[in-house]
């Protein structure tokens, strides 16, 4: 086999395979290997008679070019994974409100425990972000950024942190804007138990406040799932385009 031909193709699918590797949209670490890399191939495949690859004078500029496709197939698969842990924070923090922390279970995506609701949180948004074809986006992203981001050795950008320092901030304000609802009516329900404990304190707030609290705090779950959709397509675009930002940054 050529040795340019195969230096050329490990350039190209080095890119594409950290988007599968990291994105959910593709699998991420619930999909098997061989699929992994077998898209990860296919894509490259596919990039081969698009996309220009320079030559490689030194075996030390090969190494630092594929650290450099890596971090930047990385910067754009976490565009996705910010989407996906946004919505799980709205869920952690809506099961702690309801004290239904202490029962877990282990999520496939991500092989961390998660709550049911942080589950079901994360599920609906991994739906949502096919059904606005948030992956065609990705692609597309993906594709453009060989353009934008010529393979080669490059530089890191000064605005690198600062795109990091967004995308972070993509996930917590995704995750408060899913939770802020149950916050809001948790604290109004413990308020009103604190003024019923004053004008009845013969009344024994542990069998019947914690009912109430958590009936209340399911309806607002159930008044918040049909919203998920909407919030999530909102973000899906915002975490993208820090995804690119942070993938600028290694210019």
């Given at each position: 086999m ?6 050329r193709?490990?350039?190209l ?9 990291s994105?959910?949209?593709f ?5 098997p290997?061989?699929v992994?890399v ?10 081969l008679?698009?996309?220009p ?6 075996l ?6 594929v ?10 698969g976490?565009?996705?994974r ?10 952690h ?10 029962g ?7 092989g961390a425990?998660?709550?049911?609701l942080a589950?079901?949180?994360?599920n609906l948004a ?20 060989y353009q934008a ?12 942190a600062?795109?990091v320092?967004r ?8 995750g408060?804007?899913?939770?802020a ?5 948790m604290?109004?329900?413990?308020l ?6 004053k ?6 707030l542990?069998?019947?406040g ?5 009936i209340?705090?399911?309806l607002?779950v159930?008044a918040v799932v049909?919203?998920?959709p909407?919030v ?9 385009e820090?995804?690119q930002?942070?993938?600028r940054g290694l210019?």
């Open positions: 050529d040795l340019d031909l195969l230096v193709v490990g350039l699918v080095a890119r594409p395979s950290m988007v599968v590797m994105a959910p949209a699998g991420g670490q619930s999909a290997p061989y992994r077998g898209l990860a191939l296919l894509l490259a495949v596919l990039s008679p698009l996309v690859v320079p030559p490689v004078p030194t030390a500029a090969l190494g630092v070019i650290l450099r496709e890596l971090a930047i197939g990385l910067a754009l976490l565009s996705v910010a989407v996906l842990a946004g919505a799980e924070l709205g869920g923090i809506t099961s702690s409100q309801l004290m239904l922390s202490y877990s279970l282990i999520d496939p995506q991500g425990r998660n709550t049911l589950t079901l949180y994360g991994l739906i949502t972000f096919f059904a606005i074809n948030g992956h065609h986006v990705l692609l597309r992203g993906l594709a453009a950024s981001l010529p393979i080669g050795v490059g530089a890191i950008d000064g605005t690198l600062a795109s320092t995308l972070l901030g993509v996930v917590f304000e995704f408060l804007r899913l939770a609802p149950i916050i809001v009516v604290l109004v329900v413990e009103a138990t604190g003024l019923v404990s004008a009845a304190p013969a009344l024994n542990m069998v019947v914690t009912p109430v609290r958590l209340v705090g399911l607002v159930a049909p919203q998920i909407g999530t397509a909102r973000f899906v675009t915002l975490a993208i820090a995804g930002a942070l993938a210019r």
